[in-house]
């Protein structure tokens, strides 16, 4: 199992699905924005090929050369989204949830019916520049896009889920289309969608004082616990180097790599192996999550015994060494964790069972 995000380059492409005139390129490296660009030649061979097998009848997903990773999505016969990875141990399950991130925020800033019913190329290319911006800043016109292509400490964009962190009272806080970020603490602050109601004048009074003045002392407790995500002297075995807790129902997960004190291996080194590992369980093992497309018959029909759990070694093949990965999932809960080569192969799904049970009261 390769470590996904090792260094390497990404590239997004975004297309008139009817024309195939670019919309917007953008790349990066390492997890920064990056100048590098494929040159048109490559990029109308890319959709050509895309295009070629519709007239076909002929769905092309997905490709993979040597040391690169392509997939395609077309949205509404519209658009059409192409990345490219060289990264390391990327999978085509977290390239294809990229995509689906990049055309949701196009229609959280531009609206469905704008970008189904692409009238002007032209005028929509500028479109989108332009209500890029408002979400970026000046130094890039694609900052929110380029945010998807960066590596992130959290796991929500993979998951699908919402990222929590569990307070020290041990509940999850309950909260019930503009997008609007109101400043509720320092290093804290509150994104919502919300219709044409209330104006911006009395968003203060009626949402911070009526609502969120109530929770602030929860939430200030809730800043120190910082990537741990659960409160201190929650009991996890000492074997745990990282937990992903998802309720695939609700659509929340929490996330931690730092649940004990330093330990090899790094939170960076963890926090690979953990996404790796959830992108291998839901692609090979798992029952589709729900919300995903439907599966073919033909492939229903292998999966009539679904595992309920499995585990792998990750590392050297040495008796007694390598770090132990092991995923559960009992009803709408799947937990994944990460272990310290000390803990016994035969020991694993007794100790995730007892931590999916201590775990469920918080999600």
């Known amino acids: ?36 660009q494929l040159p048109f030649s490559v990029i109308g061979s890319l959709n050509g090929v895309h295009m070629f097998g519709q007239n076909l009848e002929v769905q092309l997903s997905s490709a993979r050369t040597e040391n690169t990773t392509v997939v395609w999505k077309s949205f509404h016969d519209s658009i059409t989204l192409i990345v490219l990875s060289s990264e390391e141990g990327t999978s085509e399950l977290r390239l294809e949830r990229l995509l689906q991130m990049v055309f949701g925020a196009m229609v959280l800033l531009l609206g469905l019916e704008e970008l189904t019913n692409i009238s002007n190329v032209e005028r929509l290319k500028k479109e989108l520049r332009v209500r890029l911006l408002i979400f970026g800043d000046y130094s890039s016109h694609y900052r929110l896009i380029d945010s998807f292509l960066a590596d992130s400490e959290l796991i929500g964009d993979l998951t699908q889920c919402v990222d929590c962190v569990v307070p020290p009272e041990g ?43 109530p929770m602030l002392e929860p939430l200030k407790a809730c800043l120190p616990l910082g990537p741990r995500a659960l409160p201190a002297g929650f009991p996890l075995h000492t074997d745990i180097l990282g937990l992903l807790l998802l309720h695939l129902e609700l659509k929340r997960c929490l996330f931690t ?49 679904v595992p309920r759990a499995c585990y792998l070694v990750s590392g050297t093949e040495e008796p007694g060494t390598g770090w132990r990965l092991v995923a559960l999932q009992l009803g709408p809960r799947r937990l994944l964790l990460l272990l310290s080569a000390q803990s016994p192969s035969h020991g694993l799904r007794s100790l995730a069972t007892h931590t999916l049970h201590a775990l469920t009261p918080l999600l």
């Open 1 to 36: 199992m390769g470590e996904e995000g090792t260094e390497g380059t990404v590239h997004l492409l975004c297309l008139a699905a009817s024309s195939g005139v670019p919309l917007f390129c953008r790349s990066s490296r390492g997890g920064a924005p990056a100048r590098q």
């Open 171 to 213: 509940s999850l806080l309950q909260v019930p289309h503009r997008l609007l970020t109101l400043t509720l603490l320092p290093g804290l602050e509150l994104c919502l969608l919300c219709g044409p109601r209330p104006p911006l004048s009395q968003l203060d009074p009626q949402l911070l004082e009526r609502w969120w003045q």
């Open 257 to 305: 790599v730092e649940p004990s004190g330093d330990k090899d291996p790094s939170p960076e080194q963890r926090r690979c192996l953990l996404r790796s590992f959830y992108t291998l369980v839901t692609a090979m093992h798992f029952p589709p999550e729900p919300g995903q497309q439907e599966e073919k018959v033909e492939d229903a029909a292998h999966r009539a015994q």
